[in-house]
């Protein structure tokens, strides 16, 4: 197992970066387009499929619902990638983070080429197939992050992991602000609050879901040009879970490397 000087390394490394998250580029300016003006050009049929993210998000903190990831397979998985044989949750407390974060990253590379494909297929009718790439995108995400929370030894099924796996998907597309608030309730985790406190702070889920709802929603119209909406449409969703699925591997791994130094006290 690590020593504790090469945990706090990696935590500090893990710091840093989330400093480095304010910056935002070229769509966190382009996010900043007021929403009333969105809803003036975005066909009804769209607004609509937008709107029950809001829904489907709500689903899956309640009850995990058709989003539940399948461990098994994720176990299968990383054993491939890392040697470790694992069997339970409770395998992963012997197994080093090191190893964690190479599998997460395989996860992520792997995610990110689904995704791709899946916006350029979905790019290829422009407006009329935009309503096909968005839930099939926010599953991607939610997988993703699922299957990365498994292999740091958590469980999906718990309620309590779900509001941390929603959080995560928040954070992604959050400006500086939300992200400081973000990892405000997050550090909770790390200090071991009850289920019960921790799920009273996103009671109103559909606030905290808003800021993701309506950057996924922007981000995707960009698409509604058939045939170049092939080249946006895979590059809007390459991007996307690339950023999530980095965003998802550090805050697993902070809470992880946290968890195991105040363990080696």
Not at 160 to 176: A, H, W
Request: glycine share 8%; proline share 2%.
């Amino acid at each position: 197992m690590e020593s504790k000087a090469y945990l706090e390394n990696e935590l500090n490394r893990i710091k840093r970066w989330e400093k480095d998250q304010g910056g935002g580029w070229f769509w966190d300016k382009l996010m900043r387009v007021p929403f009333k003006l969105l809803d003036r050009v975005t066909p009804k049929f769209i607004q609509k499929k937008i709107g029950t993210l809001l829904d489907e998000i709500g689903s899956f903190i309640q009850t995990g619902g058709r989003y539940l990831a399948s461990e098994k397979r994720v176990y299968r998985f990383f054993e491939h990638t890392t040697g470790h044989h694992i069997q339970s949750k409770e395998d992963f407390q012997h197994v080093p983070v090191e190893d964690m974060k190479k599998a997460s990253l395989k996860v992520g590379t792997r995610m990110k080429n689904t995704a791709t494909v899946q916006g350029a297929s979905t790019g290829v009718g422009g407006i009329f197939t935009l309503a096909i790439d968005i839930p099939a995108i926010l599953t991607i995400s939610l997988t993703t992050l699922q299957e990365i929370a498994i292999m740091h030894g958590y469980d999906p099924d718990d309620k309590k992991e779900r509001v941390f796996i929603i959080k995560c998907l928040q954070f992604s597309t959050s400006d500086v602000v939300g992200k400081e608030a973000i990892l405000k309730e997050l550090s909770n985790y790390h200090h071991g609050a009850k289920s019960n406190d921790v799920i009273s702070q996103i009671q109103g889920w559909r606030e905290v879901t808003l800021t993701f709802t309506e950057q996924f929603g922007l981000k995707k119209l960009l698409q509604i040009v058939p045939i170049a909406g092939i080249l946006i449409g895979a590059l809007i969703n390459r991007t996307m879970i690339d950023e999530l699925a980095e965003t998802g591997t550090m805050l697993y791994q902070k809470r992880k490397i946290m968890e195991r130094l105040e363990g080696a006290e």
